[in-house]
């Protein structure tokens, strides 16, 4: 028999409908994947087109990537055991972080264990109770989380909308906050939607304000060295907070800040994450080190090219079929996430199972990921998608999101 406490979680919302559509056999998440992540992967037995990753540039199974992995466990073993602040900082953790330094043109970096933990530890340790942040309101969930730890003063905006930023700029200064710091992702991941950089940067600076921007999925897609959002939008000197992951681009596990020595050292020895968290893992740290080398070469450059041609394949041939697919992207820009509305929560879940009948594997996001009534798909092209696979998968979803509509309306 459960406490109480148990019985009212179990008892939730969220966790009932997850039941009942796991009981069908209907449930979207938690699939089981038996192969590594490429154009195609594994899902529970049947190879499948996959939509559904964020291994942006195919490094997942690149060679080089997987023989410093193999290398690293050689050497470390398996377990990094312990934190960075004691036992747990290897000489890869140091190595990584001198290259993401150099990359970045930047006087330091440092690494953590996720990068959930990163902007968790960041934000609780830059932030107070006598601050005000303010924030898009679709910021990724560990900087809404990370806000909550630090307890500090938020005032959200509506989503890339430069006015409302103002706004909330003028309504965190008449509370005469301490200092004032401005959150954005980089590219959204749901929406696939890119930030206004110009536009905050200089909102931010002409109110004194600070601004970290997460670049968890643009590193590795934009700029001419390839460093994310902020370099290709010429934004690099106004940002006083980088930060990125290694869970897209760079095929590993972890997260990373870079910035000035003063914001890394105070990080070190105040993030709670960073303190209070066994280090990230031989393997994952050189895979993270080896992907970075990779976006650094030629080879880099030419899959991000192959992701920016096949986003745009994709979108063409979805808008083709007549199904909208822009999410926000003004003129020349692109995103290697392509999110197709589907609207109904209940709908959505039927379009992602007909979907997996008919080989194809994508993200779904239903309320509250996304808005009430505003469930997607959430599609990524990867560098080695083919066009073939491309174009089948867009006729796919066609196919499928005509059958749905057809029975809604009966």
Not at 124 to 141: K, P, Q, S
Not at 225 to 241: A, F, L, Q, S, Y
Request: proline share 3%; hydrophobic share 40%.
């Amino acid at each position: 028999m459960n406490h109480p406490l148990i019985d009212r979680l179990a008892a939730d919302e969220r966790v009932q409908i997850f039941s009942s559509l796991q009981d069908a056999g209907q449930s979207p998440y938690y699939r089981t994947m038996n192969s590594s992540s490429g154009a195609t992967s594994n899902v529970e037995g049947v190879d499948r087109i996959m939509l559904g990753s964020n291994n942006y540039l195919g490094l997942a199974r690149h060679p080089e990537v997987i023989e410093a992995t193999t290398e690293a466990v050689r050497r470390f073993g398996s377990a990094s055991t312990g934190s960075r602040l004691l036992n747990g900082t290897m000489a890869l953790h140091e190595e990584l972080e001198a290259e993401i330094a150099d990359w970045f043109g930047t006087e330091d970096a440092l690494c953590f264990s996720t990068g959930y933990q990163t902007n968790l530890g960041t934000l609780g340790a830059l932030v107070g109770e006598r601050d005000a942040v303010v924030i898009d309101e679709y910021a990724h969930a560990s900087l809404r989380d990370g806000l909550r730890m630090a307890r500090t003063s938020v005032h959200p905006f509506r989503h890339n909308d430069l006015g409302a930023l103002e706004e909330a700029l003028i309504t965190a200064r008449r509370g005469s906050p301490e200092q004032i710091l401005v959150v954005v992702d980089s590219l959204y991941s749901m929406e696939g939607s890119l930030a206004p950089l110009s536009g905050v940067a200089e909102l931010a600076r002409s109110f004194g304000a600070a601004l970290m921007v997460d670049e968890a999925h643009a590193m590795g897609l934009f700029g001419p060295t390839r460093r994310g959002w902020v370099e290709e939008t010429g934004t690099v000197d106004d940002v006083d907070v980088t930060m990125a992951s290694f869970s897209k681009c760079s095929a590993s596990c972890g997260g990373f800040i870079t910035g000035s020595s003063d914001l890394v050292t105070g990080l070190r020895v105040t993030a709670r994450p960073m303190i209070f968290s066994t280090s990230s893992v031989p393997a994952a740290t050189a895979s993270s080190l080896a992907s970075i080398r990779i976006m650094r070469t030629d080879d880099g450059a030419a899959r991000t090219e192959a992701v920016r041609r096949n986003s745009i394949l994709l979108r063409a041939e979805l808008g083709a079929k007549g199904i909208e697919c822009t999410s926000g992207l003004t003129g020349d820009e692109w995103s290697p996430i392509v999110p197709v509305p589907v609207g109904d929560d209940l709908r959505a879940v039927h379009v992602w199972n007909l979907l997996l009948e008919r080989g194809v594997y994508t993200g779904v996001a239903v309320h509250p990921a996304v808005p009430a009534a505003g469930a997607i798909l959430r599609l990524c092209v990867t560098a080695d998608h083919t066009e073939e696979q491309l174009v089948e998968a867009a006729t796919a979803i066609a196919d499928v999101l005509a059958v749905t509509r057809e029975l809604s309306a009966l």
